[in-house]
């Protein structure tokens, strides 16, 4: 069965601490995806990357930075976490399946900021 | 601006009924594709259903379907014979072409809370 892993379930963390959120993936896919997802507001895109070693922001970076140095692994950094960074953070990668460009999501990550 | 707009932020259906979620879109582009995801509790985003912005037919999955009304740019889902386990939150999210600047993004709706009552 493909998979999106997330290293962490739930991350309790202090503020001005620097956060790694970590994703992996099995299934060799080219894109991945961080997201945020607050009530109200659905999945925000923080930043993505379409191949090793590459990425692009997304809707909202501010904040946070990535790194991806292996295809398989992308890695969402929180250099100095604040409160209003409290959040379900949410992994996703994708490939094309010949019909459409499908993607799979990993399980979560909730974090809280004090 | 907004892109995809759930405007029903809950619903609630009688186990056994149809309910039908909505979602609308806004692009200027002619290529675009169309998903709904479901989310349990637990947090984890199922695909449920696809649609093409070429597809002539609108697309069907088990008991889910998707009423594509293009020149409307309304992506409904229609879920049929509703179980106790459909009881989550459900997100419309569209994919863009890449001649859309960067878009090999999914940019989602603000999701619409589903009860499915016994």
Same mark, same amino acid.
């Given at each position: 069965?493909? %998979? ?13 601490? @620097? ?10 896919h ?19 990357s379409?191949?090793? +070693?590459? +990425? ?13 140095? @292996? %295809? ?12 209003n960074?409290?959040?379900? #953070? ?9 019909? #459409? #460009?499908? #993607?799979?999501?990993?399980?979560g ?6 | ?5 759930q405007?029903?932020? &809950? =619903? *609630? ?15 200027s ?7 709904w ?7 984890? =985003?199922? *695909?449920?259903?696809y ?6 037919? /609108? ?7 998707? /009423? ?5 740019? $309304?992506? /409904?889902?229609?879920?049929?014979? $509703? ?5 989550? =939150?459900?997100?419309?999210? =569209? ?12 940019? *989602? &709706? ?9």
């Amino acid at each position: 069965d493909v %998979k999106v892993t997330q290293s962490s379930r739930y991350l309790v963390k202090r503020t001005g601490e @620097k956060v790694f959120l970590e994703c992996v993936q099995d299934m060799d896919h080219e894109n991945m995806f961080w997201y945020r997802q607050d009530p109200g507001l659905g999945l925000r895109l923080i930043y993505f990357s379409y191949d090793v +070693k590459m +990425k692009e922001k997304g809707d909202i970076p501010e904040g946070y930075s990535v790194s991806r140095e @292996k %295809k398989e692994r992308f890695s969402l950094i929180l250099e100095s976490a604040s409160t209003n960074q409290t959040s379900m #953070y949410l992994c996703a990668s994708s490939t094309y399946t010949g019909d #459409y #460009y499908g #993607y799979t999501f990993g399980s979560g990550t909730r974090l809280t900021v004090v | 601006a907004q892109k995809i707009t759930q405007t029903q932020p &809950g =619903m *609630f259906v009688q186990e056994k009924e149809a309910v039908t979620l909505d979602c609308t879109y806004d692009t200027s582009d002619q290529s675009y594709g169309l998903f709904w995801y479901k989310q349990p509790s637990s947090g984890e =985003m199922i *695909f449920l259903i696809y649609q093409g912005s070429y597809d002539e037919q /609108n697309a069907t999955e088990g008991r889910y379907s998707l /009423n594509f009304q293009k020149a409307r740019k $309304s992506a /409904n889902l229609v879920i049929s014979a $509703s179980q106790l386990g459909d009881s989550a =939150m459900y997100f419309c999210a =569209m994919r863009e072409p890449f001649s859309s600047g960067s878009a090999r993004q999914l940019t *989602f &709706g603000s999701g619409t809370q589903l009860t499915v009552l016994p």
